[in-house]
C-alpha cells in the first residue's frame, strides 16, 4: 500500500519531536450494498475510503491526525501535526533523534474471501434481494412491507510503528439481512434476520437468503398475536446463540482495560475474583476465522488471540490495546481496534461468547416454573461504573409451568452485570453464534460477534406494561 | 446564505462542475464536504490525546430511466470524481425503475439568510483548547467532593463547508462552526458510584461555559447517589429536557413521508385526527438558529421551511424529500437529510420542538403525588420500536413523592407504547431548551407509565 520508505520516513518525521512512540495506519476500504424496499430494488451505493492516521504517543499523551493524501508531503504534514501536540503537551525534553528500521515482510497471506465479492456481477447480488423479498412475501398474507440488504466490504490495513512492527492484513466481510413488517387487527409488527461474516461471497454457498426470509417473517407474524410484556423480576431463561449480547453488556465492556485503568468499570480491581458462578466461561476470541469479529491483526498490528477473560466463574483478565499494555508493562490482548484511518484504536471486543455448559436446554426450559425465554436478542447498552445494563428482546415468549407459551412484544430488560454473573444457574451444551452485529463505543462502530449456549438467569427485570 | 463569500470557492465549483456532466435524460445530484475537527481530551490535568482532523469527499447520485445508483468517494482528488461519477451510473443501470425517483428541482422557496459561523473559532489557539479542557476538567472533579474522577473531559470544535449542485439547477453551498465540552463525572459514596454528563455548545468556544457542564455532570452523578431499586408500580413520569428530545427524536421519525408511503408508521392515514393531547404542538424547523442542527437548505438543497406536524393534538402532515413528495403528490416540505457524502439522501426531522407550556419543571413536580423524574433512559434502540409503537426503556431518577423530589432510582424500566404517550401527557413545561440533537428538550409529564423494578 504504501513503501518501506515512505514509511520509515513518515516514522521519522512523526518522532522528530522526541516522542517515545509513533504509528503509521493506512487503510484502503471499499464498500458496495444494494437495497430491496417496497417489493423493488431502490439503489445500489459504493464506496471508496483511503486514508492514514499518524499517531504519536510520548508520556500519557497521544497525539493524532488522519489524511487522504497519501503523497509523502500529505504524510509528512500529518505526522507533524500529531508529533506536535504530543510534544508541546507532555513537555518532552528529550531531544534524541531516534532511528527507525521497519523491515521488509509481514505480507499478507491472502484475504479472508474466497470468492471476493468485487468479482460476482451486481445482477447476481440483485437476484439474492428478489429471492428474500419473494420467500418472506409468500410466508404469510400478513406480510406487508419486506426489506433486505445485501453489503460487502473490502479492507486492507497496513500498520507500522516505531518498534519496528509493520504488518498488513485484507479484511473482507458480506452481510445479508431482511426486515419484515406484519399487519393485523394489532397493529404493526416487525421481525429481522441477518447474518453477516468475515469472508467473501461464499457466505451465500453456505447461507440461504430466503431461509432468512422466512424467519424474519415468520417472527413478524407470531408477534401479530405477543402479548404485553410482563413487569417485575422473574427468571429468564436466553435462547441459544443470542445471549452473547447479554455478556457483552453485562461485563464485556467493563472488561476493557481503558474503562478499567480509570475506575469506571465495576469489575476494576477484580482480577482473581470469583465474579460469576462456576458455570461461566467467557472468552473474547478475535482469531475465529470467519466470524463477523474476526481479524488476523487488530488495528494496531496485533495478531488477535483467545483471550480468556472469565475462567469458571473467576476473572482471569481484561482485553487490552497498546497504550494501555504498554503502560501496565505487558503485551496488547489483540483488542486494539478502530472504525477508520479517521479514529484512534482503543480497547474493544471481537468475538464474546460462553463456552457450552452441559445442561440439556429442554430441562432448562422445563425447570422454569415461571419467567421469560428470550428467543432473539436486539442490542443492549451498559453503564460499565455502575454495572447496570439492559438489552431488547425482539423475539420473546413466557414461560408457563415449564413449557413455552405465548408470545410478548417488543422490551428491555435491565440487570446489573456483577449480580446478574452470579444468578446464572444453568448453561446449557447448545451454543450457536448470535447475529452480526455492530459494537458502539465513543462514537466508533466496529464489527463483533458472540455466542451463546441456552442459559438461564434467576432474576432479571422485564420492561413491560403488563402488571 | 449566510457567510457565502468564506465558503472555499472550489467546493461549489466542484459540485457544479461534476452535475455538468449530466447526459442527455440524465440527472445529477452531486454533494461535497470539507470538515475539520480537533477534540481535546484531558486526564488528570494532563492532555490524554489531541486529535486534528480534516476530511473531504463526494456523494454522486445518477438517476437515468426512473433507476436510480449512488456512489461517494473519501476524497476531493481529480480521478476520484470521475470514478465515483462512473460507479453511480453503473449502480443505477441495476436498480429497478420508479416513475418517482429524481433529484430535486428549484421550488422558488427562499433559503432564510442564517448566520451558522461563529468567526472566534478561527482565532481560538491549540494552547487555549487545551487549557479549556483541563479547566474543564478540574471544574468538575472539584464541584462536589464526592465527585471520584472523571470517565473523560473533552472539547471539540468543528468546522463544515458542504455545496450540492444537480443537473436541474440547484447549486448552493453552506458553512457552519459549532464547538462543545461534555464532561463524564464518577460520584463515589459508601462503595457505590454514578455517574453523569454535563455538556456546553454553541458555535463557537466563546459561548461555551465551562461552570455550566461541570455542575451538570456532577449534580446529575452525585443526585443519584443511594439509587434504590424500586418495586414495580404504575405512576406519572416526568421526562426531563435530555429525556423528552429523544422521545421527540422517535416520534420525529414515525411521522416521516418515507415511513407512512411504505407502512412503516402507526400515523398512517390519520391525518386531521387526534393523536395526542390538546395541548401539543410539534413543529420541525430548521431555520429556527436557535438550533444546533439549524441548516438554511436540506440535502437537495432546497430551502428548510417550519413543518408543523401535530397541532393541538391533531396530526397535520408528514415530512417529505422531492422523492416523497412525488409520490404523494404533494410538494418537498425540505426535509431531505443525508449520512453525509456516504449516503442518498432520505428524508427526516431536522430541528423539532414541542410549544412549551406555561409552568416550570419545579410547579409541575409539585403537583405530583408519587412519580419518577426521568433523569436518564438507556436502550432506545434496543426496546423502542417506532413501527410497532412498543416503548420500553432503562431508566435513572428520582422519585417522586407528595410533590418533592424524593430518594434516587436505578435498575428499573419504563414501559408504554408511542402512542399511548402521545395521549398521556398531562402536562408540558416552559423550560424548553436546544440540544445537541436534532430536538430541543422541555419538561415532559406522561401518566399511567409502566415502571418496572423488584
Not at chain 1, 475462567?311 to 487490552?320: E, H
Request: glycine share 12%; proline share 3%; with cysteine.
Amino acid at each position: 500500500m504504501l513503501d518501506h520508505d515512505l514509511i520509515n520516513r513518515t516514522l521519522q518525521t512523526a518522532l522528530s519531536a522526541g516522542a517515545e512512540f509513533a504509528e503509521v495506519f493506512v487503510e484502503d476500504k471499499r464498500s458496495s450494498s444494494a437495497l430491496l424496499d417496497d417489493g423493488r430494488v431502490e439503489e445500489l451505493t459504493s464506496g471508496r475510503d483511503r486514508g492514514a492516521g499518524i499517531r504519536v504517543v510520548h508520556k500519557d499523551t497521544t497525539g493524532f491526525a488522519h489524511t487522504a493524501d497519501l503523497s509523502a508531503s500529505g504524510l509528512a504534514k500529518a505526522a507533524s501535526t500529531a508529533a506536535a501536540v504530543a510534544q508541546n503537551n507532555a513537555q518532552s525534553s528529550s531531544t534524541d533523534r531516534r532511528s527507525v528500521a521497519v523491515d521488509a515482510g509481514g505480507a499478507v497471506v491472502g484475504t479472508s474471501a474466497r470468492i471476493a465479492p468485487s468479482d460476482v456481477a451486481k445482477s447476481v447480488k440483485v437476484q439474492l434481494l428478489a429471492n428474500a423479498d419473494a420467500a418472506a412475501r409468500a410466508s404469510g398474507s400478513q406480510i406487508s412491507q419486506v426489506s433486505a440488504r445485501y453489503g460487502d466490504s473490502r479492507r486492507r490495513i497496513l500498520v507500522a510503528n516505531s518498534d519496528g512492527l509493520f504488518a498488513q492484513d485484507d479484511q473482507v466481510r458480506t452481510l445479508f439481512s431482511v426486515s419484515c413488517v406484519a399487519s393485523g387487527d394489532t397493529g404493526l409488527q416487525t421481525g429481522r434476520e441477518s447474518v453477516g461474516r468475515t469472508i467473501g461471497f461464499e457466505l451465500f454457498d453456505e447461507t440461504d437468503v430466503t431461509d432468512l426470509a422466512r424467519r424474519a417473517a415468520q417472527r413478524a407474524i407470531t408477534k401479530l398475536n405477543a402479548r404485553p410484556a410482563p413487569s417485575g423480576t422473574m427468571p429468564v431463561v436466553v435462547g441459544p446463540g443470542g445471549g452473547g449480547v447479554l455478556f457483552h453488556e453485562a461485563c464485556g465492556h467493563g472488561l476493557e482495560a481503558d474503562l478499567v485503568a480509570k475506575s469506571a468499570s465495576v469489575f476494576a480491581g477484580r482480577v482473581g475474583d470469583q465474579v460469576a458462578t462456576p458455570l461461566v466461561t467467557l472468552i473474547d476470541d478475535g482469531t475465529m476465522a470467519g466470524e463477523w469479529g474476526h481479524y488476523r491483526i487488530d488495528d494496531e498490528g496485533r495478531a488477535a488471540a483467545h483471550n480468556v477473560l472469565i475462567d469458571k466463574g473467576v476473572l482471569t483478565d481484561y482485553m487490552w490495546d497498546h497504550v494501555r499494555a504498554r503502560k501496565e508493562g505487558r503485551n496488547s490482548s489483540g483488542n486494539g481496534r478502530r472504525q477508520s484511518y479517521q479514529y484512534l484504536p482503543m480497547v474493544r471486543m471481537t468475538n464474546t461468547y460462553i463456552e457450552n455448559g452441559s445442561d440439556h436446554p429442554s430441562d432448562i426450559i422445563a425447570g422454569t416454573e415461571s419467567g421469560v425465554y428470550v428467543a432473539q436478542l436486539g442490542g443492549g447498552q451498559v453503564n460499565t461504573a455502575t454495572g447496570d445494563y439492559v438489552f431488547g428482546m425482539t423475539e420473546a415468549y413466557l414461560i408457563e409451568n415449564g413449557e413455552i407459551s405465548e408470545p410478548i412484544r417488543q422490551g428491555n430488560l435491565i440487570g446489573n452485570g456483577p449480580e446478574t454473573l452470579k444468578l446464572i444457574d444453568a448453561v446449557g451444551n447448545d451454543f450457536a453464534m448470535g447475529s452480526p452485529g455492530t459494537c458502539g463505543k465513543d462514537g466508533q462502530g466496529v464489527p463483533v460477534g458472540d455466542g451463546t449456549p441456552t442459559l438461564r438467569v434467576t432474576a432479571l427485570t422485564i420492561g413491560g406494561t403488563a402488571a | 446564505m449566510g457567510d457565502n463569500g468564506s465558503v472555499q470557492p472550489e467546493l461549489l465549483d466542484i459540485a457544479k462542475q461534476v452535475a455538468s456532466w449530466a447526459n442527455p435524460g440524465e440527472q445529477l445530484e452531486v454533494y461535497v464536504a470539507d470538515a475539520t475537527e480537533t477534540e481535546v481530551r484531558a486526564y488528570q490535568g494532563e492532555v490524554e490525546s489531541f486529535t486534528s482532523a480534516r476530511s473531504q469527499g463526494i456523494g454522486v447520485r445518477a438517476v437515468a430511466n426512473g433507476r436510480q445508483g449512488y456512489a461517494y468517494a473519501g476524497t476531493l482528488e481529480r480521478s476520484a470524481l470521475t470514478e465515483t461519477l462512473q460507479e453511480a451510473r453503473d449502480n443505477a443501470a441495476f436498480a429497478e425503475a420508479d416513475e418517482f425517483n429524481g433529484v430535486a428541482v428549484p421550488d422558488g422557496v427562499p433559503a432564510i439568510d442564517l448566520n451558522l459561523c461563529d468567526a472566534s473559532l478561527e482565532s481560538f489557539a491549540t494552547a487555549d483548547k487545551i487549557s479549556l479542557t483541563i479547566e474543564l476538567e478540574r471544574a468538575t472533579l472539584g464541584a462536589d467532593p464526592r465527585v471520584s474522577g472523571i470517565e473523560s473531559a473533552e472539547y471539540v470544535d468543528s468546522q463544515l463547508q458542504s455545496a450540492v449542485a444537480t443537473s436541474t439547477g440547484i447549486a448552493i453551498a453552506s458553512r457552519e462552526t459549532g464547538a462543545y465540552l461534555a464532561s463524564y463525572a464518577m460520584a463515589e459514596a459508601e462503595g457505590e458510584t454514578q455517574t453523569g454528563f454535563g455538556y456546553s455548545i454553541a458555535r463557537g468556544p466563546a459561548e461555551l461555559d465551562v461552570g455550566a457542564a461541570a455542575t451538570q455532570a456532577a449534580d446529575r452523578a452525585t443526585r443519584l447517589l443511594g439509587a434504590v431499586k424500586p418495586s414495580t408500580s404504575k405512576l406519572t413520569v416526568v421526562l426531563d429536557p435530555w429525556v423528552s428530545a429523544q422521545l421527540l427524536g422517535i416520534i420525529g421519525a414515525t411521522l416521516n413521508g418515507d415511513a407512512v408511503q411504505r407502512g412503516r408508521s402507526f400515523f398512517a392515514d390519520r391525518i386531521g385526527e387526534q393523536v395526542a393531547v390538546a395541548e401539543l404542538c410539534l413543529l420541525d424547523d430548521a431555520t429556527n438558529p436557535e438550533a444546533f442542527t439549524a441548516a438554511a437548505v436540506d440535502a437537495e438543497g432546497l430551502a428548510t421551511r417550519p413543518n408543523t406536524l401535530i397541532n393541538e393534538g391533531r396530526l397535520q402532515g408528514f415530512l417529505h424529500n422531492s422523492y416523497t413528495a412525488r409520490r404523494s403528490a404533494t410538494a418537498s416540505t425540505g426535509s431531505a437529510v443525508r449520512p453525509g457524502f456516504k449516503g442518498a439522501p432520505g428524508v427526516g426531522a431536522q430541528a423539532l420542538a414541542l410549544r412549551p407550556g406555561q409552568h416550570s419543571p419545579e410547579e409541575l413536580i409539585a403537583g405530583i403525588d408519587d412519580g419518577f423524574l426521568v433523569q436518564g433512559v438507556s436502550g432506545l434502540h434496543s426496546g423502542v420500536n417506532p413501527i410497532s409503537g412498543d416503548f420500553s426503556t432503562g431508566a435513572e431518577g428520582l422519585r417522586i413523592r407528595n410533590g418533592a423530589l424524593a430518594e434516587p432510582l436505578r435498575e428499573v424500566t419504563i414501559a408504554s407504547t408511542l402512542q399511548r404517550i402521545l395521549l398521556d401527557i398531562t402536562a408540558i413545561g416552559n423550560d424548553l431548551v436546544w440540544l445537541p440533537m436534532s430536538a430541543a428538550g422541555v419538561s415532559l409529564v406522561v401518566a399511567d407509565v409502566m415502571m418496572s423494578g423488584t
